[in-house]
């Protein structure tokens, strides 16, 4: 079965991303620091950290945006990610953002990618949620717990 789907993996390749990509994270490594880095942001940031995906237009449940994958963009906001993966009940570790900054993407320690900002969304694991980010397909709103 192939990794992603032939729109999925043109849109990726288009960006950068070619088959076993290995990124150095030495650098985000320093300059991330406020955060708490997990084997989940360092598999997933070594394999597509940097690349940007400029999409656009009408996906299958909603618009496709663009996103980038660059834990830099979150610098800053380390106290507001402690907050909800406290309430959340994940330990959150930033990949990027999508759109024109209106949401963080996020990774827990279980590989599930999400949409943080003024609500909280849930794409899946991070194939699916790959696959969900290129072809527009929204992610689930998620409660907090409290």
């Not at 996020?106 to 696959?131: M, N, Q, T």
């Amino acid at each position: 079965m192939p990794r992603f789907s032939p729109e999925t993996e043109s849109v990726l390749l288009c960006a950068g991303w070619t088959p076993g990509r290995r990124v150095d994270l030495s650098d985000w490594k320093t300059s991330v620091r406020e955060f708490i880095w997990h084997a989940a942001a360092e598999n997933f940031l070594s394999e597509f950290g940097g690349l940007r995906v400029d999409i656009s237009g009408p996906g299958v449940t909603c618009a496709r945006e663009p996103f980038e994958f660059d834990p830099e963009l979150a610098i800053g906001e380390g106290g507001r990610f402690a907050e909800l993966s406290e309430s959340l009940g994940h330990n959150f570790f930033p990949l990027g953002e999508i759109g024109r900054g209106e949401f963080f993407l996020a990774i827990d320690e279980e590989g599930v990618i999400y949409l943080l900002g003024a609500g909280s969304k849930r794409h899946g694991k991070a194939e699916l949620a790959l696959e969900n980010l290129i072809t527009g397909i929204a992610p689930k709103e998620i409660v907090s717990p409290f």
